[in-house]
């Protein structure tokens, strides 16, 4: 079965940093493209990062390109997303996300990790 | 940025037909993708590059893709069909961006 399990998420002031973490089993880690996906309280969902099967590529949206990190861990099996300069508008729900094979969608995804930026 | 309009809302009876659009400049060059939120989940995918279904999903779900509108429609909609609806682009020059949500209402 696959799962995929954030953790991380906390209370953070503006300015501050937040690494979260994505646990993966029951697939190939090593095989996919990941993803990072949030969504801030009573909005809709924003895609954020991803990055290749490697490591060797990532791309990010325009609103945290210099701010946020994505990383991979293929040996631990485990997604990173390294958050410096937290804004509050960064308050969100953060979901790790599986990109299916041959780009077709996010097939699996967390339940989701809560970051609050506030002071 | 690649922007995807959603309609806010949709209302529909049981059994009905709901049809949720997803507008962008030549939308129908891309690969879309649609999934399924309900309140307090992680979203669900329902319907991959444009029309596939995942397994799992009820045929009744089905989607389509031309010129400046992907479609995904709903027949035979049932009270479970209540939930946020989301399109989603793969894009190489923007990422991969979702629209705005349609929130689906069952009268």
């Known amino acids: 079965e696959v799962q995929l399990v954030e953790s991380g998420g906390g209370l953070v002031q503006p300015g501050g940093s937040l690494r979260l973490s994505c646990a993966a089993s029951?697939?190939?880690?090593?095989?996919?493209?990941m993803n990072w996906v949030r969504q801030a309280p009573g909005k809709g969902l924003e895609w954020v990062a991803n990055?290749?099967?490697?490591?060797?590529?990532?791309f990010y949206v325009d609103s945290v390109k210099g701010r946020f990190t994505i990383s991979r861990d293929n040996a631990k099996t485990s997604l990173y997303l390294q958050m410096n300069s937290l804004r509050v508008e960064d308050t969100a729900v953060y979901y790790c996300a599986r990109d299916g094979a041959a780009a077709m969608g996010l097939d699996f995804w967390g339940q989701g990790t809560l970051v609050t930026v506030s002071s | 940025s690649y922007v995807l309009t959603q309609p806010p809302s949709v209302s529909v009876a049981p059994g009905k037909t709901a049809t949720i659009t997803c507008g962008a400049n030549d939308i129908g060059s891309k690969s879309v993708h649609w999934y399924q939120q309900k309140p307090g989940q992680a979203p669900v995918l329902v319907i991959y590059?444009?029309?596939d279904r995942p397994s799992g999903i009820p045929e009744r779900f089905s989607g389509s893709n031309s010129g400046n509108t992907a479609t995904l429609t709903v027949s035979r909609v049932e009270a479970g069909d209540e939930a946020d609806y989301y399109c989603?682009?793969?894009?190489?020059?923007?990422?991969?961006?979702f629209g705005s949500g349609t929130k689906v209402t069952v009268l």
């Open positions: 989603q682009v793969w894009d190489s020059s923007s990422g991969h961006p």
């Open positions: 990055i290749k099967q490697d490591g060797s590529e990532h």
């Open positions: 590059l444009d029309s």
């Open positions: 029951g697939f190939t880690f090593s095989n996919y493209w």
